[in-house]
């Protein structure tokens, strides 16, 4: 079993940033595919980026495109979201979570979930 422990969140003012990291348990981390998604409070869940398993692919909402970065270190298994430029509508509980699909951009695809670390971004 794998658990995902998400840290890095707070309160940042318009045009910060913040890294966020996902820590992870067990030793099949490093086969899947890891996202990151966020949900402000009564909003449906949304995408914001994935990467593959070895790291040379990775995928963005247009929304955080240009100003959000995924990454994955597999020898420390762990996953991080580095957010520059960051805007109030940022603001969300961002979540970590593992698929065993390619790419995926959906939350059905993710079987595996943080708990979720707050940012919030002021005006």
């Known amino acids: 079993q794998v658990q995902l422990v998400e840290s890095g969140g707070g309160l940042v003012q318009a045009g910060g940033s913040l890294r966020l990291s996902c820590a992870a348990s067990?030793?099949?981390?490093?086969?899947?595919?890891m996202g990151w998604f966020r949900q402000a409070p009564g909003k449906e869940r949304d995408f914001v980026a994935a990467?593959?398993?070895?790291?040379?692919?990775?995928y963005y909402a247009d929304s955080v495109k240009g100003r959000f970065t995924i990454s994955r270190d597999n020898a420390k298994n762990t996953v991080y979201l580095q957010m520059n430029s960051l805007k109030p509508e940022d603001t969300a509980v961002y979540y970590c979570?593992?698929?065993?699909?390619?790419?995926?951009?959906?939350?059905?695809?993710?079987?595996?979930w943080g708990q979720g670390t707050q940012v919030t971004v002021s005006s």
């Open positions: 990467i593959t398993w070895s790291g040379s692919s990775t």
């Open positions: 979570a593992r698929s065993r699909a390619v790419l995926p951009d959906h939350w059905r695809a993710y079987d595996y």
């Open positions: 067990g030793r099949a981390f490093s086969v899947y595919t």
